[in-house]
Each structure stands twice: as structure tokens, then as C-alpha cells.
């Protein structure tokens, strides 16, 4: 007996060594080429008014048509550059597409909710004399300050998530089954977070589904189309699989009795690998810069019916 337990200790201690070894010689996934932009550098490039833009003047010159882009650090392109960023890129193609002076001025700020949206659009983003107003939406832009996912993003800025360090953390393939284990109750806490996020009793959503309808009140009033584009959680499965599809379908119902066009981002992003749309992984599920040049396309095309081209009709 004792003799077949030592073999067993020694066919899982030697087991386990060829697991680490393998963990620790395996090729790692090879990074996009595309380096994510460091903390330092992802807040910079600030105008006067303080939003991540080149210098805009209210006024708007003869012959130009804007843009008003509000949202939150997705369209403020936290990780990105500047010129990657989804407002920069669609401005750029809509003055190459349409062969008109466009301008997409951003007034996006991280952490921005629905309501603070709408407030800013009612003081700052009607002066700029917009022919279209865009509403980057993404699913934590309704909750409230105490919510469950507020403090989550709160604790996400203080620190990388991930599992306490333990003094078996020298050991990668400790490591590996520990943060394993981690991220599968986390993602079920988080999905479970957003999920109430959006009850129908929550305050958060009550607030943004309101604030939803103060912007296109708003919109209405001046003769502005309104444009939503909701965007996924990047850091989960774009499949069938994707958990907050019901979450996307509630948002757009919202939008659309706003009186919003609505663009549903995760269609564009369907069966892609979530690890190429975001900017590092788990540590940042900001979307990367092929993220943005895929919602830049979705959201032109969008455009393209909503503010028709010189010379041809609008659509029925």
C-alpha cells in the first residue's frame, strides 16, 4: 500500500511538473501589433474645453456639417490614439465617402452616464450647430452611482483586477488555475450586475430611459437626427453565447421611442475573437483600435440613411 500511494504522490507531483514546465515553455499568443496606449497617454490630447478632440470653435464655417458625438471613455478612446478612436475615424470618412466638409466634435468623457449626456447636449452641444447628434451607448451608461457596477469600475481604476496574490503565485500553473477560477466567478457576478442594472425597477435605467427621451425631445425640437449606437461588452463571447443580447434589445426599445435611429453594434462584431477588440485583454476590455474601426464603418453607413447624401432622397 505504501508503495502504490508513493507511486501515485509521484506520478501527480510528476504530472504537475510537466504541467508548469509546459505553462512556462509553451509560445504565448502573440500580441497585436498595435501597442495599447499607457495610462499616461491614454487621457491626453485635451482641447480647451477639456474633451479628448482637436480644437473646435462653436460656430460653425459655411459649407461644413457636423457631427455632435457624446458617450463615454469608448467614444473618448480610452487606449487608444486619438486619430483611432471611432469619433476621429468617422469624421475622416465622411469627408472621404461623401466628398463634404465634415466635422465630428466629441464631447465624451469617461464615466459619463445617459444623463449626463443629455445635460451636456442641452448646454454645450447644440452650440455647435449639429446636423446629427451621436450617442455612443454602452450597458453601464444607465447605472446609478451606488449601483453594483459603479463601485466594480470604481475598483477597477485603483488597481488591475485579478485574484490576492498568494505566496503560490511562483508557481504559473497556480497561477493560471487560480485566475481561472477567479475570472469564471467574476464574469457571473458581473453578468448578474448588469443584468440588474437594467430590472425594471432600477433607478439607474429608469433615469437613462428618460434621459434617452430628453435628448430626443431635444433633437426633435431643432430638426437634429439622433443616432444611438450601442455597443457590446467586449470582454465576453460574441456568439450565441453573448449574455447581454436581451440587454441590447431593451436599450434599443428605448432608444427607438426616443425617436433615435438605432445601430446595434454587436451584429459587426459578431464571431470575432473578443481578445482582438479590446486594448489588453482582461487588464483593459476598452475597445482596441480594430473595435473602433469596425463601429467608425457601422455607424457611417448608418449615417449615409439618416442625413442623405447631396442629390439623393431620403429614405421612405
Known amino acids: 500500500m505504501r508503495k502504490e500511494v508513493a507511486?501515485?504522490?509521484?506520478?501527480?507531483?510528476?504530472?504537475?511538473?510537466?504541467a508548469e514546465?509546459?505553462?512556462?515553455?509553451?509560445?504565448?499568443?502573440?500580441?497585436?501589433?498595435?501597442a495599447p496606449v499607457g495610462a499616461r497617454r491614454a487621457y491626453r490630447q485635451q482641447n480647451a474645453a477639456g474633451y479628448r478632440d482637436v480644437p473646435r470653435v462653436p460656430a460653425k464655417p459655411p459649407g461644413v456639417r457636423r457631427v455632435v458625438s457624446l458617450g463615454d471613455s469608448f467614444a473618448w478612446g480610452a487606449g487608444v490614439e486619438l486619430d483611432d478612436a471611432y469619433p476621429q475615424r468617422l469624421e475622416r470618412a465622411l469627408r472621404r465617402?461623401?466628398?463634404?466638409?465634415?466635422?465630428?466634435?466629441?464631447?465624451?468623457?469617461?464615466?459619463?452616464?445617459?444623463?449626463?449626456q443629455a445635460d451636456v447636449l442641452r448646454r454645450e452641444g447644440f452650440a455647435y450647430a449639429p446636423d446629427v447628434v451621436l450617442v455612443g451607448y454602452v450597458?453601464?451608461?444607465?447605472?446609478?452611482?451606488?449601483?453594483?457596477?459603479?463601485?466594480?469600475?470604481?475598483?477597477?481604476?485603483?488597481?488591475p483586477p485579478g485574484p490576492s496574490p498568494s505566496s503560490w503565485d511562483r508557481?504559473?500553473?497556480?497561477?493560471?488555475?487560480?485566475?481561472?477560477?477567479?475570472?469564471?466567478?467574476?464574469?457571473?457576478?458581473?453578468?448578474?450586475?448588469?443584468?440588474?442594472?437594467?430590472?425594471?425597477?432600477?433607478?439607474?435605467?429608469?433615469?437613462?430611459?428618460?434621459?434617452?427621451?430628453d435628448m430626443g425631445a431635444q433633437?426633435?425640437?431643432?430638426?437634429?437626427?439622433?443616432?444611438?449606437?450601442?455597443?457590446?461588452?467586449?470582454?465576453?463571447?460574441?456568439?450565441?453565447?453573448?449574455?447581454?443580447?436581451?440587454?441590447?434589445?431593451?436599450?434599443?426599445?428605448?432608444?427607438?421611442?426616443?425617436?433615435?435611429?438605432?445601430?446595434?453594434?454587436?451584429?459587426?462584431?459578431?464571431?470575432l475573437r473578443w481578445e482582438l477588440l479590446v486594448v489588453d485583454g482582461a487588464r483593459d476590455e476598452h475597445p482596441s483600435e480594430l473595435a473602433h474601426r469596425i463601429a467608425a464603418n457601422a455607424i457611417l453607413a448608418a449615417l449615409d440613411d439618416t442625413v442623405p447624401r447631396p442629390g439623393r432622397a431620403p429614405p421612405p
Open 97 to 116: 465617402t461623401r466628398g463634404e466638409e465634415w466635422e465630428v466634435v466629441n464631447l465624451a468623457r469617461p464615466g459619463m452616464r445617459t444623463v449626463d
Open 171 to 213: 508557481s504559473l500553473l497556480v497561477r493560471t488555475v487560480r485566475h481561472r477560477l477567479w475570472a469564471t466567478a467574476e464574469n457571473r457576478r458581473r453578468i448578474d450586475g448588469f443584468r440588474a442594472l437594467y430590472a425594471a425597477d432600477a433607478a439607474g435605467w429608469r433615469a437613462g430611459r428618460q434621459a434617452l427621451a
Open 139 to 159: 450597458l453601464n451608461d444607465s447605472e446609478g452611482r451606488t449601483s453594483e457596477e459603479a463601485r466594480r469600475a470604481e475598483e477597477w481604476r485603483e488597481g
Open 21 to 34: 514546465a509546459a505553462l512556462r515553455l509553451w509560445p504565448r499568443a502573440a500580441r497585436a501589433s498595435y
Open 7 to 18: 507511486l501515485l504522490a509521484g506520478s501527480v507531483a510528476a504530472t504537475l511538473c510537466l
Open 219 to 271: 433633437c426633435r425640437t431643432r430638426g437634429v437626427p439622433l443616432v444611438v449606437a450601442v455597443f457590446p461588452l467586449f470582454g465576453n463571447r460574441l456568439d450565441e453565447g453573448y449574455p447581454f443580447a436581451a440587454l441590447h434589445e431593451e436599450v434599443a426599445r428605448a432608444a427607438a421611442a426616443a425617436g433615435a435611429r438605432v445601430v446595434d453594434l454587436l451584429p459587426a462584431y459578431r464571431d
